[in-house]
């Protein structure tokens, strides 16, 4: 099973430290993204839920600072005077120290006084020159256009300085304080700031509503009201953005400018705050962008956002099982067990943990790589290893409710997560919702059905197989198919609702009528006026919707039964797809099909030849692997009861003769 032998995973190393050396089975995915953010690029992970992706950007978030030289910056904000709506934020190099937090100084227009008076005095130094030199009878003119100039200027001074007071008044209604500059973020290393797509203000920052209002007198200046977005604070680093099938289409446009332009301003998002009507400066934001979704997600995302990303990674979410890929399942699970504090678990625990792996991965070929649910898996396997010391514990309350804790500190044995309590996780489905209810469906259902297994051979009706929902559970359908003759040939479907069921269904027909019209089965031939038959297929008790065409086969069984009037062994389920050439193709969920075929009783399964490498669990029914329609012929329909027929027949005819 795995390549070192162990009792439990005790014994096995202490797994690294570093994140980047934790994450199974995407290896091409992690040094893709790790050489596409040394380069610079964006790039865009998809695949299912639980796979790695946050994990895969969180370790690469580790190690970054490893990505050459990073310049440390400081992002303060600072009151712009001349519009106070209009703060203004910047961004500096350097590491942030208190004295960046100077006032500003106060600059107001003031027309300047000291020029003023230079302009007097100069004045009055031309009006003695004047009176020097002048002849007498300028002089009186002279005198009297000096003292108006200089009275000219007396009045200007005075008014100006009167002006000048009543604005530095004006200043002085502001609380100075409130014109300090604030520090709204400081990055010493290279960023990694991650938001979820839906949260516009998170991403791309906002403007707090200030509740007194108005100007002036303010109440908190707007440049103290500035929320940073992670866009700014992953300014020369990484932004991941998780969740994008949530991401609406303005913030995605917005994303794009960032993009582009390498910075965006900020500015109110509600429109009914006082926050509406301020607006920064365009901010730098120079960042890597990394997003993350389920495969779909994408087409929520436009098309010029989506060219602006380089590299687009899908995730892997099976891996093979081979020896080197168990042995790091089981690295995984000493991960687990370490990051999550959860008690050591035996070899046959983790031996049962990579069956579950190979369940849901739906192959014994490989083991899957949704690995947070296998996460999930061992941590609630813990909970049932530790269940009976919770009895242990509720037992440790003595009559009068009070907790003696004595008993537990006797305690010796060690817990250990065994495979009966990993088993005992998976077969109850405690961890998945659409389990319980596929098999909540079962236990109500099973009794009700007609579902006979091994019975007398009958007529048209055969059992085929079908996986419920999502939830990884197996049922038997019984496949029923009269035959009318009529003047409305056709077939009809009843209980079949997806498309790929009626299709597949309306194959079978077709080829079943073909054979039968060839009279190329290994069956007694018979002549049948193809013409005017009415064909009903039933899925009977079918209450879960039926899609897919796993069905083709056996409803192609049921409806040669029917028409040739041979019956069909009753002793078996089968399950596989057919082509027009009666080949038969592989299905999904062969192993939750075959489980319920030895649930209700089956001895036989036939199951597609292609889907035996699938097959994890081979004991308690015959598992058959067929290739064609040729080879199932046989093995299912009943031919005694026509030789029977034949020979009476035979007899009844030598009884007339003679
Ligand atoms: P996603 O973002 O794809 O939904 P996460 O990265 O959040 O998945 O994975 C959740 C948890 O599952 C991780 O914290 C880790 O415990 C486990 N896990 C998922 N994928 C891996 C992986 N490839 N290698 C190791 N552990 C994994």
């Known amino acids: 099973m795995f390549s070192t032998d162990f009792k439990t995973t005790e014994e096995l190393p202490e797994p690294s430290p570093r994140l980047i050396d934790q994450v199974i089975g995407q290896d091409e995915a992690v040094k893709i993204i790790v050489s596409a953010v040394k380069n610079k690029r964006n790039v865009i992970l998809l695949g299912e839920p639980g796979v790695g992706k946050s994990m895969i950007v969180k370790a690469v978030g580790e190690i970054i600072s490893d990505f050459g030289e990073f310049k440390p910056y400081y992002i303060i904000a600072k009151p712009n005077l001349k519009n106070m709506e209009r703060p203004i934020v910047e961004v500096i190099d350097g590491e942030y120290k208190e004295e960046h937090k100077e006032m500003p100084k106060l600059d107001f227009k003031t027309p300047n006084s000291t020029t003023l008076i230079l302009i007097m005095i100069g004045a009055i130094l031309i009006s003695e020159y004047l009176l020097k030199f002048l002849p007498q009878q300028y002089l009186l003119a002279a005198v009297s256009i000096a003292s108006l100039i200089v009275l000219i200027f007396g009045f200007v001074i005075i008014l100006t300085s009167i002006m000048g007071a009543s604005r530095t008044s004006m200043a002085g209604n502001i609380n100075p304080s409130d014109l300090k500059p604030v520090l709204l973020y400081e990055c010493k290393k290279r960023p990694l700031v991650r938001a979820s797509a839906y949260n516009v203000t998170r991403l791309l920052g906002?403007?707090?509503?200030?509740?007194?209002?108005?100007?002036?007198?303010?109440?908190?200046?707007?440049?103290?009201?500035?929320?940073?977005?992670?866009?700014?604070?992953?300014?020369?680093?990484?932004?991941?953005?998780?969740?994008?099938?949530?991401?609406?289409?303005?913030?995605?446009?917005?994303?794009?400018?960032?993009?582009?332009?390498?910075?965006?301003?900020?500015?109110?998002?509600?429109?009914?705050?006082?926050?509406?009507?301020?607006?920064?400066?365009?901010?730098?934001?120079?960042?890597?962008?990394?997003?993350?979704?389920?495969?779909?997600?994408?087409?929520?995302?436009?098309?010029?956002?989506?060219?602006?990303?380089?590299?687009?990674?899908?995730?892997?979410?099976?891996?093979?099982?081979?020896?080197?890929?168990?042995?790091?399942?089981?690295?995984?699970?000493?991960?687990?067990?370490?990051?999550?504090?959860?008690?050591?678990?035996?070899?046959?625990?983790?031996?049962?943990?990579?069956?579950?792996?190979?369940?849901?991965?739906?192959?014994?070929?490989?083991?899957?790589?949704?690995?947070?649910?296998?996460?999930?898996?061992?941590?609630?396997?813990?909970?049932?290893?530790?269940?009976?010391?919770?009895?242990?514990?509720?037992?440790?309350?003595?009559?009068?409710?009070?907790?003696?804790?004595?008993?537990?500190?006797?305690?010796?044995?060690?817990?250990?997560?065994?495979?009966?309590?990993?088993?005992?996780?998976?077969?109850?489905?405690?961890?998945?919702?659409?389990?319980?209810?596929?098999?909540?469906?079962?236990?109500?259902?099973?009794?009700?059905?007609?579902?006979?297994?091994?019975?007398?051979?009958?007529?048209?009706?055969?059992?085929?197989?079908?996986?419920?929902?999502?939830?990884?559970?197996?049922?038997?359908?019984?496949?029923?198919?009269?035959?009318?003759?009529?003047?409305?040939?056709?077939?009809?479907?009843?209980?079949?609702?997806?498309?790929?069921?009626?299709?597949?269904?309306?194959l079978a027909s077709a080829l079943s009528k073909k054979l039968v019209s060839e009279k190329k089965l290994p069956l007694p031939e018979k002549d049948i006026d193809l013409t005017n038959k009415e064909i009903y297929i039933q899925f009977s008790q079918s209450y879960s919707k039926i899609d897919g065409d796993s069905a083709t086969a056996a409803v192609c069984l049921a409806i040669i039964s029917a028409l040739l009037e041979i019956p069909l062994k009753q002793d078996f389920a089968i399950t596989g797809s057919l082509d027009l050439s009666g080949n038969v193709l592989a299905i999904g969920g062969v192993n939750e099909k075959i489980e319920a075929a030895r649930r209700y009783g089956f001895k036989r399964v036939i199951i597609p030849e292609a889907n035996m490498i699938d097959v994890i669990e081979t004991e308690g029914i015959e598992i058959i692997p067929v290739k064609t329609l040729d080879e199932i012929v046989p093995l299912v329909f009943d031919l005694s009861s026509i030789k029977k027929d034949n020979k009476k027949e035979e007899k009844s005819e030598e009884v007339a003769k003679a």
Not at 353 to 377: F, P
Not at 424 to 447: C, H, P, W
Not at 477 to 491: E, R
């Open 206 to 506: 906002d403007i707090k509503h200030c509740p007194l209002g108005g100007r002036p007198p303010l109440g908190t200046p707007p440049h103290k009201r500035i929320i940073l977005g992670a866009i700014h604070e992953a300014h020369r680093g990484i932004l991941y953005v998780d969740e994008i099938k949530t991401m609406p289409l303005d913030v995605q446009d917005y994303i794009l400018t960032a993009l582009q332009d390498k910075q965006l301003p900020i500015s109110g998002r509600n429109p009914n705050s006082s926050g509406a009507t301020v607006e920064t400066n365009p901010i730098p934001c120079d960042f890597i962008l990394i997003m993350s979704g389920n495969m779909d997600d994408v087409y929520n995302l436009r098309a010029p956002l989506l060219d602006r990303i380089d590299y687009k990674i899908v995730l892997k979410n099976k891996m093979d099982n081979t020896l080197e890929n168990r042995d790091k399942l089981l690295q995984f699970i000493v991960q687990e067990i370490k990051n999550n504090n959860l008690n050591p678990m035996t070899y046959d625990g983790c031996c049962e943990v990579v069956r579950i792996a190979e369940y849901l991965a739906g192959s014994k070929d490989k083991l899957t790589l949704r690995l947070r649910l296998l996460a999930n898996i061992i941590k609630m396997a813990n909970d049932v290893a530790m269940g009976k010391e919770v009895e242990e514990l509720l037992g440790n309350f003595d009559e009068k409710g009070n907790y003696n804790p004595e008993t537990q500190k006797d305690k010796k044995n060690k817990v250990y997560i065994t495979a009966e309590h990993v088993r005992k996780v998976f077969d109850t489905g405690i961890y998945s919702m659409e389990k319980q209810v596929a098999l909540n469906y079962i236990k109500n259902f099973k009794r009700y059905k007609h579902i006979v297994p091994n019975d007398t051979p009958k007529v048209g009706v055969v059992y085929g197989l079908a996986v419920i929902g999502s939830g990884g559970i197996g049922d038997v359908t019984k496949i029923i198919v009269q035959i009318l003759d009529s003047k409305n040939p056709g077939t009809h479907l009843l209980n079949i609702s997806g498309d790929i069921a009626k299709h597949s269904i309306t």
